[in-house]
């Protein structure tokens, strides 16, 4: 029995789900640990555009592959801003996606979502890890 055309076809079939693979977890950090929570929904549909906020627990914002401090973020969230408005992209329209690790203080956190709205950025998605209420998990 001839197996090369079935060899074609699985390696079409592998490099398809190479392509189609999401690789939105490549941009998280191992190192957060998210808060659990009854109420987390995941998204039904992805955002068209996304900008992407991780806070440790000690309250750095890891963006674009460098450590902030909250009273740092001014300059490259408006950098980020300008970058939308020259593609013609209203920074309303742009979903801040945070991953904030679940032991850090929740005044960090509203520090950052005042930032960003300083920026005009008015969507967020707060990250958290669904769980069953019943104290399941």
């Known amino acids: 029995m001839d197996m090369t055309s079935m060899i074609d076809i699985v390696f079409l079939l592998i490099s398809f789900f190479m392509i189609a693979v999401n690789f939105s977890n490549a941009e998280q950090n191992a190192f957060i640990r998210l808060p659990k ?13 996304a900008l992407s906020l991780q806070v440790t627990e000690n309250g750095l914002v890891l ?58 950025f008015e969507t967020f998605n707060l990250k958290a890890i669904a769980t069953s209420g019943d104290g399941r998990d």
């Open 37 to 49: 929570s009854e109420l987390a929904v995941p998204p039904k549909v992805p955002p068209d555009e």
């Open 63 to 120: 963006f674009n592959n460098q450590e902030y401090e909250i009273d740092d973020l001014e300059r490259p969230l408006s950098f980020e801003r300008r970058l939308y408005d020259l593609r013609g992209i209203d920074p309303k329209t742009v979903v801040v996606l945070i991953r904030g690790d679940g032991r850090c203080e929740t005044g960090k956190i509203q520090r950052i979502l005042k930032e960003c709205q300083e920026q005009n």
